[in-house]
């Protein structure tokens, strides 16, 4: 049985935007001789292999102009713009859980080759489960794209015990894209760290430097589950051309030039997704000392509405209890006749603007002078 996938214009938005942001470099695959090593005995193999990498940005494409087209970008798709460009080359696409993130890198490929012939990807994930579902998502989608774009990626799992594919990886021409999961260069331990050692399996050669030497565009599979201060280290090993970092949950302190957002609203509003469940909402880092008001319901029955708000005050009691905060609920009518302004803050709740009647009970509590 053989699946049908639906194109979504949302996907091919996300992967626009990322191409867009190097609109003007030309199309281009260079070669290189790739470093033959050495056979046993320290003599070198008896002929050249011709490799293929990703070609650099061209140098008219400033940081400058970079900046402005991401700037573009992001006015199009109502992102707060980058105010400088963070990371060189670094870009986020933030897309919702269950909407097709893995078919938008894949097409992203697609395009960031048809556009300018970057070939040579690196997709790293955070653990073995997702790596497997990624490589799964690689075959389904193999004929589908094919027969979009006339030609197939050549995807492999790295495994050190396997370095053959990445000689391969380097030397072929087409689409290449290999997956390793965070631990495989990251973690400790003599074999988990074989990709930075001198092999002799690999005819005395370090596979990081011949995966490095075809300047990989990185993707990240959600980056906050992957990149600690150590990994980021470790990731500028592969000489990334450009990082692509996809996830629905990024680290506010991990988003750089973000391109392209799709998040929960917005897909439950497309249909992508058949409902929300917001987990809770709390308030943190209160100090009562400023205005804040939370309106926790609008209660409707027979007779006038009301709603339930919820605010932070100090009563004068408790201002030698180390700063306590207290909380209250009240009940308010709603509606223009029982609302009256009142232009003055009231130092005990820090509120201001509009100001409900409360019953003298909740005014004596919350020392609402009405």
Not at 114 to 126: D, L, Q
């Amino acid at each position: 049985m053989r699946l049908q996938f639906k194109h979504q214009k949302f996907q091919a938005d996300a992967a626009k935007a990322v191409c867009d942001v190097f609109a003007g470099q030309p199309f281009h695959t260079p070669t290189y001789m790739i470093d033959k090593g050495e056979l046993q005995g320290y003599q070198s193999i008896p002929f050249d292999v011709t490799g293929f990498g990703n070609a650099r940005i061209v140098p008219e494409l400033n940081e400058s102009i970079i900046l402005e087209q991401i700037q573009k970008i992001q006015r199009s798709h109502q992102i707060e713009p980058s105010k400088q460009l963070l990371g060189r080359y670094n870009l986020t696409v933030e897309m919702e859980t269950g909407v097709g993130k893995t078919y938008t890198y894949i097409k992203t490929m697609y395009e960031l080759n048809k556009r300018f012939g970057w070939s040579k990807f690196i997709i790293v994930v955070p653990s073995v489960a997702i790596r497997e579902g990624v490589y799964k998502s690689f075959q389904l989608t193999e004929e589908h794209f094919a027969e979009e774009y006339g030609k197939k990626i050549r995807c492999f799992i790295y495994n050190s015990a396997q370095l053959t594919e990445i000689d391969r990886f380097a030397s072929d021409s087409a689409i290449n894209v290999m997956i390793i999961n965070s631990q495989a260069f990251n973690a400790r331990g003599k074999d988990a760290r074989r990709i930075y050692m001198k092999l002799d399996e690999f005819r005395s050669r370090k596979p990081i430097d011949i995966l490095a030497k075809t300047n990989p565009i990185l993707i990240i599979d959600e980056p906050q589950s992957v990149e600690g201060q150590a990994t980021k280290e470790r990731l500028k090993e592969f000489n990334p051309l450009v990082t692509l970092r996809y996830s629905a949950t990024h680290k506010s302190d991990s988003i750089y030039n973000m391109v392209y957002r799709l998040d929960a609203m917005e897909a439950y509003n497309k249909k992508l997704v058949k409902k929300i469940a917001v987990k809770g909402i709390a308030v943190t880092g209160s100090t009562a000392t400023e205005g804040y008001v939370y309106l926790e319901s609008i209660n409707l029955s027979r007779g006038n509405p009301t709603a339930t708000i919820e605010f932070d005050y100090k009563g004068g009691e408790n201002l030698a209890k180390s700063g306590a905060r207290w909380m209250r609920d009240i009940t308010c009518l709603l509606g223009p006749a029982n609302w009256r302004s009142t232009k003055t803050a009231i130092p005990s709740c820090g509120l201001t603007g509009a100001i409900a009647p409360l019953s003298s009970r909740m005014e004596k509590n919350c020392s609402l002078a009405m």
